[in-house]
């Protein structure tokens, strides 16, 4: 009784903070848009008794679902997100291994010091360290002052609002969780084996490759999933340093609901993008248990 | 056993006392700094083919560096060192005869037992059907066929040491340098991995160089130990010599138990020297090959299973020492009798327990006397 206790503590706090509010969500996306508060129907009468829930369910259609089909703004969105989103996982990665490498490598007493730079960010807003991004992205930007007074360019580049701002903008935000996953994985390997390697006939290269990339697999699959689940909905980097050319879904479901104030329409985006997100999320579970019983 | 028989018993392996044989490793004067500490200083030494080598001394000494530089992961300071008459001090791990199994075993968590033993081969870029024919003679070598395509942690400590050998031995290397290779097994494992050690340097020819704290392992398996401390080496000798006529007083309190008994010398020559060391206690003789100036402190060490102990005063014994039994430790097989003598010196003396304890003559606080012959300890100076 005691044990149980203690697993429905988390269980409650998923049923009341995600499976209430995707099921409510899950209902507008079967309803349709009305002018009234709240901006659909049907709403559920309870005062009516048997006959108002049937009334309330005869009112829900997927008819929201067949629009999402018909209008190709939608899977077009979706697939430019899901571009983005792998694209900016790649990068993530080549930036974020090579950190990871040298935090593993790097003498032990820097180590607490290099973890608190990759960690620093956090303590300021997302929100201001993303405009500042702008500022340093703009045409008369950091960046390009830089590069025009050391003389690399003439003219200033173009970078604020194309989709290229918009990965640096991932790309930044999300570096530390491919970093951190990926230095647990390389702080936790056995110099000796590099050793090993090289005592079996291995170039140093060559045991990178063999032994240093294998054992660091758990940690980049961890980390890529870190970055690509929370990068197909993104939606605050695409709207502040994206451009009118820069379509994710994430950007079209606030248009749905804030611009449009269809609720119905915007609902069933979020039904959508969150099925299209389980596949990742199951397999990013299945790595973490693996993981969990390599370690035993 | 036929007289014929004995004489056609193989000489003993001894290549280090033939001045005509080439020696595999040379150490020569190489010191070893880590910034401010020497790990080894000025050390020189020979180790010839298919020795079985100990590298004997406590944690600090410099024994894991001295492998290590054999092995390529460290370069050495000053000094030379020519593995098969090659300077090898240029040559990367990887491209060096050497193999070396680590203390840790340091097998690949992400590849079988088969994929294991397979890597160096790979490496070399051996044929597809020799490498699987190679990995099979190795598993069969260390007994592991059933278990090829496990990983290493689906398998025991006992098993995976045994792996790491397999590994080690698979290319064939010239000169194996084992770091501590049973330290991490229980103490029944560690007896029975020695003589299946034994058995395979044997079989395979290879030279083994291995490096040990634990005095018992080096003298089960090694053909010459070297005892070494603050980066040098104090005595390298077959195990017997070692423990029989350890050359100073580190050695010969380092390997085995023993009885240190300080005195003067009064009289040397003939190999052998005599000291005297208490009042009312008569002079005690050892081996001395060297003739030792007469007043000269020296020390006479003595095993304690090499001497008797008896409770009356043998006749024709060369040293007897009176005393009074202070203490008795029962350790099954024998015994171990710590004897005060009246100027309150301890002596240990050993029995075997030929008899049950009921029947045992000797007991706590008796008058015995304590004897050994004039070969039985050495007098050492240093």
Known sequence: ?296 | MSDAAIATAPAEFAPWEDAQATPLIRFQNVTKRFGDFTAIDNLTIDIYEREFFALLGPSGCGKTTMMRMLGGFETQTEGTILIDGQDVAPVPPNKRAVNMMFQSYALFPHLSVAENIAFGLKRDKMPKDQIAARVDEMLNLVQLGKFANRKPHQISGGQRQRVALARSLAKAPKLLLLDEPLGALDKKLRQDTQFELMDIQETTGTTFVIVTHDQEEAMTVASRIAVMDHGKIIQVDTPAKIYEEPGSVYVADFIGDVNLIEGSVTKSGDDHATISWAEGQQDLIGIAHDEIPAGTRATLAIRPEKVNISTERPADMTNIIHGKVLDIAYLGNMSTYVIETPTGQHIKAQAANTRRIRRRAITWEQEVWLSFTDTAGVVLTS
């Open chain 1, 1 to 296: 009784m005691k044990r149980f206790g203690l697993i429905s503590v988390p269980y409650l706090w998923l049923l009341a903070l995600f499976l209430v509010p995707f099921l409510i969500v899950l209902k507008i996306s079967l309803s349709d848009t009305a002018l009234a508060i709240p901006p659909y129907t049907p709403t559920l009468d309870l005062s009516a008794g048997w006959a108002g829930v049937r009334e309330w369910l005869s009112g829900l259609d997927m008819e929201n679902f067949t629009w999402l089909t018909e209008d190709d703004l939608y899977w077009k969105a979706y697939l430019s997100s899901l571009k983005i989103a792998v694209l900016s996982t790649i990068f993530t990665l080549l930036v974020g291994f090579p950190i990871a490498y040298g935090m593993s490598r790097a003498p032990d007493e820097w180590r607490p010091t290099l973890m608190m730079l990759i960690i620093l960010p956090f303590w300021t807003s997302f929100l201001i360290r993303v405009y500042a991004w702008k500022a340093i992205l703009s045409q008369e930007g950091f960046l390009n002052q830089l590069l025009m007074g050391i003389g690399i360019i003439n003219e200033p580049l173009t970078i604020l609002n194309t989709n290229t701002a918009v990965y640096i903008g991932i790309v930044y935000t999300y570096l530390p969780f491919m970093v951190l996953p990926i230095y647990a994985a390389l702080e936790r390997l056995d110099e000796s084996l590099l050793e090993a390697a090289e005592d079996l006939g291995c170039s140093r290269l060559t045991a990178f490759w063999l032994i240093t990339l294998p054992l660091s697999k758990q940690g980049v699959i961890a980390g890529s999933f870190l970055v690509f689940i929370p990068a197909m909905g993104e939606f605050v980097i695409p709207s502040l340093l994206g451009g009118s050319k820069t379509l994710m879904i994430g950007k079209v479901l606030y248009e749905e609901f804030f611009a449009n104030r269809d609720w119905p329409v915007a609902s069933a985006v979020a039904v959508i993008l969150l099925l299209i997100l389980i596949i990742p999320i199951v397999l990013f579970q299945r790595n973490e248990e693996k993981q969990r019983e390599a370690g035993k």
